[in-house]
């Protein structure tokens, strides 16, 4: 089993949608978690934190499930400029300070 | 503007040929690590500096090398390239505590040929 698993997609979203997706974790000692976003060809960009209790920003929400080992991501009003591949990166307090990345959620939000 | 430098951005090398990619961060970030990205692979950790002084294997090191020149420099050299090293390998850098992600670079998009 994968330490970080993610559904590859692609989620296809009509535009203004709503779409949603999540990411489980193996270890349940792990202590951070982070959804980043990775344009085709680019590198990965820090999208947001994701806290105990849940946040928001602006139009994402992140959410947390510790007893079920999950996070979530939900996009409301989804713009053409979402698409993207959004990875789930978790801080498991490895040696060397590393996190551990997700395979990505593909999204693709059209006209 | 302060982040994580990459150079080169393109490189294309003949097999058995040697390169060193270059990374620099001002953030003043103790820890720094290099990533490989293939299709349908993900992020593959190759090797990490986790503070100045100290470097380790990642998953995939095999072929690689690499030296943390001081705490803003970590430099990755392919000794001698393969075809199997066609990537984009990125370089990010992270503070110490755990509520910090990482900031990549731009990344190097490397052909070996």
């Known amino acids: 089993r994968k330490e970080v698993e993610q559904d590859p997609g692609p989620f296809n979203v009509p535009e203004g949608a709503t779409v949603a997706f999540n990411c489980t974790y193996s270890?349940?000692?792990?202590?951070?978690f982070f959804w980043y976003r990775q344009d085709c060809r680019k590198e990965p960009k820090l999208l947001m934190s994701?806290?105990?209790s849940g946040n928001e920003d602006g139009r994402f929400t992140a959410q947390l499930n510790r007893a079920s080992q999950y996070i979530s991501l939900l996009i409301r009003d989804s713009k053409l400029s979402d698409s993207a591949t959004y990875l789930c990166v978790v801080n498991q307090l490895t040696a060397g300070n590393k996190l551990t990345f997700g395979g990505g959620t593909r999204v693709l939000v059209k006209p | 503007n302060a982040g994580v430098t990459q150079t080169p951005k393109f490189q294309v090398l003949k097999t058995g040929q040697s390169m060193t990619l270059q990374c620099a961060q001002d953030m003043n970030h103790n820890s720094m690590y290099w990533y490989r990205q293939d299709p349908g692979m993900g992020l593959r950790l190759i090797y990490y500096s986790a503070s100045e002084g100290t470097t380790d294997k990642g998953e995939v090191p095999n072929g690689y090398n690499v030296s943390r020149l001081n705490k803003r420099e970590f430099s990755l050299r392919l000794e001698s390239a393969a075809p199997s090293q066609t990537s984009v390998y990125f370089c990010?850098?992270?503070?110490?505590?755990?509520?910090?992600?990482?900031?990549f670079g731009s990344g190097t998009r490397l052909t070996v040929v």
């Open positions: 270890n349940s000692a792990s202590q951070s």
């Open positions: 990010a850098s992270r503070n110490s505590g755990s509520d910090y992600g990482y900031t």
């Open positions: 994701v806290y105990s």
